[in-house]
């Protein structure tokens, strides 16, 4: 035989060299839940080593990630029912937590990248990402309440917001209220194909923010069509999305791979949270080596295309790469 492939595998200098898929924290981008109140750490018990974290306490949190190497964070509110509504006003409100949270991490650490959540079921009492009218989610009437709160996180001080709402033309109309306010330098990442999925679980465990009535099939993808999230990219793409998202990761990463082949943008993904608990739950009961799995599962969504990755793993990550 003249070609033997194992002789670029028969060491581990040679297989680094030829390696093919680099991996390293600045690829990642670790989600963080923050909520209203002090000395705050509540661990997510459908998401082991993950907390619900008061600003006092989050604040360390974040420079122990720095410290690992771990640049980039999603931040999301945890916000009492109370303070919910319809029309989800508590999201752009001057006394907002979300956004002073924002504020004292950026002066904190002005030098890290923090993207926001854009969506109204954080803060909506009916639970959905776009506004809610006799039983419909309104889909044009939606786009004036993402841009208040868009605008209020942008002066807060976020870098990147993270419309994760999939209400159509909300990119194009995110773009021109930055624009129009002299926030040109705010940065887009749409959740351009964001499926209808199984795995989001956990998330809502954490911020308590399932629909209180139906689903969210009729804004979110259907698991089954690939080439509409070619359609829903290019339209993300075409308004001014400065990045293009997949969500979930490990079950779509054939959507991950063709945006990566169709867009001269970066493409990112979200390992959601059911897909990191189901890790840490096989993990748990022996069937899985923890590190191994995490770090394949890791490698298998930047060897598909991402560039940045969503994960809840980044700091086990970080840790495990420092060692």
């Known amino acids: 035989m003249n070609i033997r492939p194992r002789r670029n595998r028969k060491n581990s200098v040679i297989r680094a060299m030829v390696e093919e898929t680099k991996l390293g924290t600045e690829n990642l981008i670790y989600p963080l839940f923050v909520e209203d109140g002090k000395a705050i750490k509540t661990e997510i018990k459908s998401l082991p080593g993950n907390y619900r974290w008061s600003i006092d306490t989050l604040l360390p949190e974040v420079e122990s990630c720095i410290d690992l190497g771990i640049n980039s964070f999603v931040l999301f509110p945890a916000i009492q029912e109370s303070l919910k ?3 989800a006003s508590y999201s752009y409100a001057n006394d907002n937590f979300y956004l002073d949270a924002i504020r004292k991490i950026k002066d904190e650490f002005p030098h890290i990248s ?5 969506a109204m079921d954080p803060y909506s009492s ?3 990402d776009g506004l809610v009218k006799n039983g419909i989610v309104l889909n044009d009437e939606t786009l004036p309440i993402l841009g208040q709160m868009s605008l209020a996180q942008a002066q807060a001080g976020i870098d990147i917001l993270g419309p994760s709402d999939m209400m159509d033309g909300r990119v194009g109309y995110l773009r021109d209220v930055l624009d129009i306010n002299d926030y040109k330098d705010v940065s887009i990442m749409s959740y ?6 199984a795995f989001y679980g ?3 465990d954490a911020l308590d923010s399932a629909p209180k009535s139906g689903d969210k099939k009729s804004y979110q993808m259907n698991p089954a069509n690939k080439r509409e999230a070619l359609l829903e990219a290019q339209l993300d793409f075409e308004e001014g999305a400065d990045m293009l998202m997949v969500k979930p990761a490990t079950c779509y990463l054939d959507v991950i791979h063709i945006l990566k082949e169709n867009f001269e943008i970066p493409i990112t993904a979200y390992n959601v949270s059911g897909e990191c ?7 748990q009961n022996g069937w899985l080596d923890y590190n191994a799995a995490m770090s394949e599962m890791l490698l298998s969504i930047r060897r598909a295309g991402a560039d940045g990755i969503l994960t809840y793993f980044a700091k086990d990550f970080a840790n495990l790469v420092k060692k």
Do not use: C, N, Q
Request: aromatic content about 12%; overall charge negative.
């Open 114 to 118: 923090l993207m926001s959540d854009v």
């Open 85 to 87: 509504d319809t029309e």
């Open 126 to 128: 009916d639970g959905h």
């Open 192 to 197: 351009s194909a964001k499926y209808a999925s």
């Open 277 to 283: 608990a189901m890790i840490y739950a096989a993990s």
């Open 202 to 204: 956990p998330f809502r």
